[in-house]
């Protein structure tokens, strides 16, 4: 993906980015922990949820597959950490109707923010209005309250426009987030679509946040992706509501780099008081 030069700069920059205590800290406070494997069970995930609070504070959220949303709203009451769940996941060829109905279900199972892939194939193969048709029955079946995070599958996109056009209908279509990768297709999360993504989202001038996802295992990689966030939106931009990491296998390092350890058994209990 060619980038104009400004933004390749921008992109250099950030791919040089060192991971301290403090960066892996903020790190772990954006952490979509995720576990969206095809065996995972109830059991899976109620350990996933035990290791949401760690010493080096909280993730932002879980994400797991919609026929755990409950079972992680049990385990993560009183916790603040939201529930984050996909729909059309991970191939994007489902049609407006069941997207709404996915998504409904599971809103009223508890799910504070979906992920739904984007019709990518459909748009990268030309059509404009199908695909935002889908985005756009998420989106009212998510309601307001609920964050929309649409995953856009950017390693599949031929070239840097289309995606940037994807990105912009997205946002029109009612994105709360712009994602890059389901993490089921490679390249996942590169710093060239996320330079590429943070930009449109900054032309767009509207309240749009990002999430990286897909194949961040370490703290050094997730480190350079904060970096061009500061760069691109400016410090202080990249809070939970405007940035996430999306990854499986990244906590660990950045509670090792955090002065944490990395272990699972290294968290806190989830403490069992107040709702949401
Ligand atoms: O949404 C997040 C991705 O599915 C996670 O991908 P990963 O397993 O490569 O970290």
Not at 34 to 41: E, F, I, P, R, V
Not at 107 to 127: M, N, Q, S, T
Not at 206 to 230: C, E, P, S
Request: hydrophobic residues 45%.
């Amino acid at each position: 993906m060619k980038l104009p030069a400004d933004l390749q700069q921008a992109l250099d920059k950030a791919a040089a980015a060192k991971a301290d205590a403090k960066v892996a800290a903020r790190a772990i406070g954006l952490l979509d922990l995720t576990s969206l494997n095809d065996d995972d069970t109830e059991d899976a995930v109620e350990k996933l949820c035990k290791r949401a609070v760690t010493p080096a504070g909280a993730v932002a959220a879980v994400c797991i597959w919609p026929r755990f949303v409950k079972t992680a709203r049990k385990a993560l009451k009183g916790s603040g950490v939201k529930i984050a769940t996909v729909v059309n996941f991970p191939k994007g060829e489902a049609d407006a109707p069941s997207v709404a109905a996915e998504t409904k279900a599971a809103v009223k199972d508890g799910a504070h923010e979906i992920d739904v892939v984007l019709p990518y194939r459909a748009f990268i193969d030309g059509a404009r209005t199908q695909p935002m048709s889908v985005i756009r029955a998420c989106r009212d079946a998510c309601g307001p309250d609920v964050i929309m995070k649409v995953i856009l599958e950017s390693g599949c996109f031929p070239d840097p426009d289309l995606l940037a056009w994807a990105a912009r209908d997205s946002i029109a279509a009612g994105a709360d987030f712009l994602k890059t990768s389901t993490g089921k297709v490679q390249p996942a999360a590169t710093l060239e679509a996320a330079t590429l993504l943070l930009h449109v989202i900054h032309e767009s001038g509207k309240t749009v946040g990002f999430k990286a996802a897909g194949g961040i295992r370490d703290a050094a990689g997730a480190a350079a992706f904060l970096a061009l966030a500061d760069q691109l939106q400016g410090k202080g931009w990249a809070t939970p509501k405007t940035f996430r990491f999306g990854a499986s296998s990244l906590l660990d390092s950045l509670l090792a780099a955090s002065g944490h350890g990395g272990k699972g058994d290294d968290t806190v209990a989830v403490p069992a008081t107040a709702g949401y």
